[in-house]
């Protein structure tokens, strides 16, 4: 019909000149949540926060090796940002500690996490060892009887990013352990501490000076989080 015709001539008129946003409603939405992948459903990884702690930093050089020369403090960071890009691509919101070489203490780290209302610590180290032979990877939680809920949830944690990055890297396990160190007994949330292989290694030094395999560490890392995050219940929505 004539009329019809012309009707929809003119709803073809105005949703053209309209912007997409406005005619689909997308304006109301924030960037962050409209740039979310659209495979991520309700109330998974935009609604949490991750704490990366990068090891060390400024005066406080963690270990070092020589020959070729390797610095602990190098690594973490250039490990976190890789981990921190693989965490946003999946769509987590990621919080750091640090994102130059400069000293942050103990306790800044901690209530850094707390301040950004993390869900998850998780702090990146390297090893180093007077035996040269030593190698692989640990992670380490804080296991106090008095914060059992924190205490069960950092050991999975623990466990599945241990099983990320032996997948990813192929490197040695040397297991999920308990420790008592300072963030990861402090901070409030499920907390572990990844020592990421041994700079004393010669093997494993060379590794960890290529930007390939601290890639693969890093998705490791990355991948563990996201398989425990996911084994959530959704917490809140959107
Ligand atoms: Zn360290």
Redesign the pocket.
Known sequence: MKIRGHVLIYIALVFSLLPLQTVFGLKERSPRSSSMASTLLPGQAASYTILLDA??GGRDR??RAHRPFCE??RL?LETAKLTKRYLEQLGYRVVMSRTTDTFVPLSKRVELATQAHSDLFVSI???ASQNTAASGVEVFYHGAPAARVKMKASLALANLVLQGVIRRTQAISRGVKKNNFYVIRESAMPSILI?GGFVTHPGERRNLKEKLYLEKLARGIADGIDTYLKKKKPRRAL
């Open positions: 090891g060390h963690g270990a602990e403090k973490c180290h390297f090893n020592e």
